[in-house]
């Protein structure tokens, strides 16, 4: 297996096979994360296409200052946030306490997921990239250019939304 550091160097001298690698070793990963904040195929294909454009126009930038996967990462999310056009709410109403009792019922996997695509844009965004990537409040404020308070604002009513779209369902 090729080293990150050898495909970025074969990359960066244009190496067709270099640029295969790197984009076979990360297209999944991406493609389903572009998916899961646009909730659109057709979206999250031109998004992957985009931002992998983007990378091999650009990977001479690239610091090294984190991990490759999680450069290429962000460049997904903003491309992905930008195809969508994504609408934060600001401020919508107090947030106490952003927990909430997901109770100890067993979910379905596959009815959580369409769960998720049918959040809002911005809850969703927010939802995925907290809950599923894994990213701090201070991480998708930088990322999406918006507050902490934003992205813990949203992430209550996407937890909220959600609970009530899984309780209602019989889930």
Known sequence: MTSETELISGCLLNDR????QLYDRYKKAMYTLAYRITGDFDDANDVLQDAFLEIFRHL??????ATLGAWIKQIVVRKSTKKKKVVMWQNVEDYMDESIDWGNNDINVAHLETAVLSLPDGFRTIFVLAEVEG?????????????EGTSKSQLFHAKRKLRSMLSSNGY
Do not use: C, K, W
């Open 17 to 20: 096979v270099a640029q295969r």
């Open 60 to 65: 001479d930038q690239f610091r090294g200052e």
């Open 135 to 147: 990213y701090t409040h201070r991480e998708i404020a930088v990322m999406l250019n918006i507050s």
